[in-house]
């Protein structure tokens, strides 16, 4: 037999149970309040008087006849039940129930969380500076779900028929009086209402739940198409990015001919002028090639006396080729200058260079870009935001992670003694001065070809910088927040590039910056005592002489929550956190920990710098 069909007959079996005429029934009931036989006759006519009313509707009727039973007969059970449906308005305990059971539950809607890292991951990782914002990607997400529940509706509903139930005063003295099968049938009743009411719970919860599971099937079916539009619009702006580089290449080209045949026009034939001019070169080539460069030369010499060694590397290159001034020069500046033993990527996490050569990595490994566990003989590393670089001895680089726009085609590269990873980008410095670089070449990052005396080079998102030996700075690509404007900066010792900002510490132990400053990453003009610098997404750290360091910038993250550290000898700076190394060889980290990126405290034995 189905639920249904055994609560059908309950119902029925209470109904026939209270409205039979027995006449034992009355006999006891009439035997408890001690009544007369003529009391009896009374009840019976009064009590089937009430149930006939109850069948017509008649319900003021129905009360009148069941409270004349209950003033013979204070304890009848079957007259209480009688005026528990008059007064509710129901023919019989299906009409009764069916009342409790009636209202419909009303639907609200359920907000399902948003998910904010994913979007977040997607707009660091597909805009496209000055072509596609990081805001315009997140808005593509925009996007609330959601589902309809009735379940605490009907939750309300539940608890205030049970109420009406149990607080129901005629039935309270029906169930409190009843005897026998009266009382069995009535609390079957009961069972019968509490069950209908679990059931109809039963069927809000499991709609909810499939609703639910509905809108968050739907939601990442929208995040997936939505994924897939912003990696065609990704590639779209990179595509508009580089035809407006090429536009501006082909412009320049028709500009430099123009030039050239202006210069061409201007041809001077009279041989006095020109025996003049021989001889003016002459005395000059005697005075530059000769007197400036011995002057130059001596005084590099001297500045190497001195203990100077950053000054006399740029002070060799004011020589020339005078004796061994160009060999001299780059052999300082190979001292001088710090190879990374310690780095932060830009995508959460970090990397550290061991002294036997081998390499450690925590973090963000999403494109592979902490598989560095097998490299050998490595002397330098740096991290990019998708990809790691690394150095070997022998002046060849490996790489790992993301590949796209072939940043990591680095296999064929030889004589290197320096390298630098962006976003997109990697740079490589030759023993010769000279500079390589592969991947995407937005707005000219990789126009590096025709660089040279370079000493050291770092790379920021969408640009390049390089050191020369003179102790000036040369940059290409992009310049939307003059991070380019370095041609006027001199005496400087080290540089690095943040997103959109440069950094260069100066000989002097001062530091100047200039680019983007939202987040305050370029106040850097009260700094003194500073020995290395490096630059993150939006903040930037100085190493200064006594091993302290300091940092400003964006701080929302803790990266720049520096100021107890001591004992440090070398630093870096990611998209969100900060590391240093310890003069120990172990390393501490602040900042972001999402993906593990701060997990350092077990590093030993990082190789120091110089070392």
């Not at 009355?26 to 408890?32: A, D, G, H, L, W």
């Not at 679990?198 to 609703?211: G, L, P, T, V, Y």
């Not at 390393?587 to 350092?600: M, Q």
Request: with cysteine; aromatic share 8%; net charge negative.
């Amino acid at each position: 037999m189905s639920r249904i069909g055994f609560i059908q007959d309950l119902i029925r079996g209470v109904d026939k149970v209270l409205s039979a005429d027995k006449k034992e029934e009355v006999v006891k009931e009439t035997v408890v309040v001690q009544q007369s036989g003529d009391s009896a006759a009374r009840i019976t006519a009064a009590m089937d008087r009430g149930f006939m009313a109850l069948e017509d509707s008649e319900w003021n009727k129905a009360v009148s006849f069941f409270d004349q039973v209950l003033s013979l007969d204070a304890k009848n059970a079957r007259a209480y039940y009688g005026m528990a449906l008059a007064k509710n308005q129901c023919k019989d305990a299906a009409a009764y129930i069916d009342k409790l059971c009636a209202f419909t539950p009303s639907s609200e809607t359920m907000e399902l969380p948003i998910d904010e890292a994913h979007i977040r991951e997607a707009a660091e990782k597909y805009a496209v500076s000055g072509y596609l914002s990081a805001e315009e990607i997140k808005k593509l997400y925009d996007y609330k779900p959601s589902y309809q529940s009735t379940e605490r509706s009907q939750k309300q509903l539940n608890e205030n028929a049970r109420s009406s139930f149990e607080k129901n005063r005629e039935l309270t003295r029906a169930r409190q009086f009843a005897t026998g099968e009266l009382k069995t049938e009535l609390e079957h009743l009961r069972e019968i209402l509490f069950n209908r009411l679990d059931e109809a719970a039963q069927m809000a919860e499991a709609h909810a739940n499939k609703s639910k599971a509905d809108a968050e099937r739907n939601y990442q079916t929208f995040l997936a198409s939505k994924d897939m539009l912003i990696v065609e619009k990704k590639r779209e702006a990179e595509a508009k990015c580089k035809a407006d580089v090429e536009e501006a290449e082909r412009q320049r080209i028709a500009k430099e001919k123009i030039e050239r045949a202006a210069m061409a026009k201007k041809k001077f034939t009279v041989g006095t002028v020109l025996a003049l001019a021989i001889a003016a070169v002459s005395a000059f080539l005697i005075y530059t090639k000769v007197i400036v460069p011995g002057n130059a030369y001596k005084n590099a010499e001297a500045l190497f006396e001195a203990g100077d060694s950053a000054h006399a590397a740029m002070a060799f290159v004011a020589a020339g080729n005078y004796k061994d001034a160009r060999t001299r020069s780059f052999a300082l500046w190979a001292e001088t200058t710090q190879r990374d033993t310690v780095t932060a990527g830009g995508a959460a996490y970090t990397v550290g260079l061991k002294a036997d050569g081998t390499v450690v990595a925590v973090g963000h490994n999403d494109d592979g870009q902490c598989y560095v566990s097998g490299w050998t003989d490595i002397v330098a590393v740096d991290a990019g935001v998708w990809h790691t670089v690394g150095l070997k001895a022998d002046g060849t680089v490996v790489a790992a992670g993301s590949n796209y726009s072939g940043k990591c085609n680095v296999s064929d590269w030889t004589d290197i003694v320096a390298v630098a990873a962006a976003s997109d980008h990697t740079v490589g410095l030759k023993a010769d001065g000279t500079v390589v670089a592969v991947g995407f070449d937005g707005q000219g990052r990789c126009d590096v070809s025709r660089w040279k005396d370079i000493v050291a080079v770092a790379a920021g998102e969408h640009h390049t910088v390089g050191l020369k030996a003179d102790g000036t700075v040369v940059t290409v690509g992009y310049n939307n927040y003059g991070q380019c404007n370095v041609s006027g900066w001199a005496n400087i010792v080290d540089v690095d590039a943040g997103s959109d900002h440069t950094v260069c510490l100066k000989a002097d132990g001062t530091v100047v910056a200039f680019g983007y400053n939202k987040h305050g990453q370029c106040d850097v003009s009260g700094w003194k005592d500073i020995v290395a610098v490096a630059a993150g997404e939006h903040h930037t750290v100085g190493l200064k002489a006594n091993g302290t360091v300091v940092a400003v910038g964006d701080n929302d993250s803790g990266q720049c929550d520096v100021s107890d550290w001591k004992n440090i000898v070398a630093i870096a700076a990611g998209g969100n956190h900060t590391v240093g190394l310890k003069a120990d060889g172990t390393v501490v980290a602040v900042g972001s920990n999402k993906y593990g990126e701060c997990d350092v405290s077990g590093w030993t034995n990082i190789k120091l710098p110089h070392s």
